[in-house]
C-alpha cells in the first residue's frame, strides 16, 4: 500500500507569508496527488488535483506541484481564513485511497 | 449544483452495527463513485471504502475488510455504509465524498460508540 508523509505536522506563519507543505509518496504515483483544506468542524475542501491543477473557485494564492514520489503545496500571501489543517491524498487505480496525516496552519 | 446529505448523528452500543446513509442530488449518480472517509476526534482523515454505483462492487482497504459493507441504490440516489461489531476506537465523524477527486462531501456524520 501506498503510504503518503506529510510535513511539517504544523505551522505558524503570518499573515501575507508563503507557506510550503511537502507530501512524499512511498512509490511513484506520478501526478495522482491531491490537496484539501480542512476547518474546524466542516468537511474537507478540494483545492488541487492531480498535483498542479486548481480546483473551481479556489483562490490563485493556493498552487501545488511535484509528481512521481515528491510533492509541495503553497500558499502565496497567507490571508486569516487560511488557518485550517491541510491533507495531501492519493487515489490509485482501483479507486483506493490513502491520505496524508495533515498539516496544521495556524496565524 | 451537487448536494450531498448525509443521515444524522447516532449513538452505539460496542458489538452492535451501524448504518448511514448519503443521498445524491444535482449531478449523475450511476458512474459517480460513492466513498467513505472517517475522522476521530482530533485525529486526520481514514478511507474507509467506496464504490461506483454501476458497478455495484465496492472496494475496502484491508483495515475495514469484513467488518463494512457499502452499497448504493440507484433508484434513490443513496449510498449507505454499514460497519458492524462497533467498537469505541469507531467513534468518529464519518464524511460522504462523492466522485474520484473527491469533490463534493457531506455534512458529516457523528457516531459515538459508547456502552
Known amino acids: 500500500d501506498i503510504q503518503l508523509t506529510q510535513s511539517p505536522s504544523s505551522l505558524s506563519a503570518s499573515l501575507g507569508d508563503r507557506v510550503t507543505i511537502t507530501c512524499q509518496a512511498s512509490?511513484?504515483?506520478?501526478?495522482?496527488l491531491n490537496w484539501f483544506q480542512q476547518k474546524p468542524g466542516k468537511p474537507p475542501n478540494l483545492l488541487i488535483f492531480?498535483?498542479?491543477n486548481l480546483e473551481t473557485g479556489v483562490p490563485s494564492r493556493f498552487s501545488g506541484r511535484g509528481s512521481g514520489s515528491d510533492f509541495t503545496f503553497t500558499i502565496n500571501s497567507l490571508q486569516p481564513e487560511d488557518v485550517g489543517t491541510y491533507y495531501c491524498?492519493?487515489?490509485?487505480?482501483?479507486?483506493?485511497?490513502?491520505f496524508g496525516q495533515g498539516t496544521k496552519l495556524e496565524i | 449544483q451537487v448536494q450531498v446529505v448525509q443521515s444524522g448523528a447516532e449513538v452505539k452500543k460496542p458489538g452492535s452495527s451501524l448504518k448511514v446513509s448519503c443521498k445524491a442530488s444535482?449531478?449523475?449518480?450511476?458512474?459517480?463513485?460513492v466513498n467513505w472517509v472517517r475522522q476521530a476526534p482530533g485525529l486526520g482523515l481514514e478511507w474507509v471504502g467506496g464504490?461506483?454505483?454501476?458497478?455495484?462492487?465496492?472496494n475496502y482497504p484491508q483495515k475495514f475488510q469484513g467488518r463494512v459493507t457499502i452499497t448504493a441504490d440507484e433508484s434513490t440516489s443513496t449510498a449507505y455504509m454499514e460497519l458492524s461489531r462497533l467498537r469505541s476506537e469507531d467513534t468518529a465523524v464519518y464524511y460522504c465524498?462523492?466522485?474520484?477527486?473527491?469533490?463534493?462531501w457531506g455534512q458529516g456524520s457523528l457516531v459515538t460508540v459508547s456502552s
Open positions: 491524498q492519493h487515489s490509485n487505480n482501483l479507486f483506493m485511497h490513502t
Open positions: 492531480d498535483s498542479s
Open positions: 444535482g449531478g449523475p449518480f450511476r458512474n459517480t463513485a
Open positions: 464504490i461506483i454505483p454501476v458497478f455495484g462492487t465496492a
Open positions: 465524498a462523492r466522485g474520484t477527486k473527491l469533490d463534493h
Open positions: 512509490q511513484d504515483i506520478g501526478k495522482s
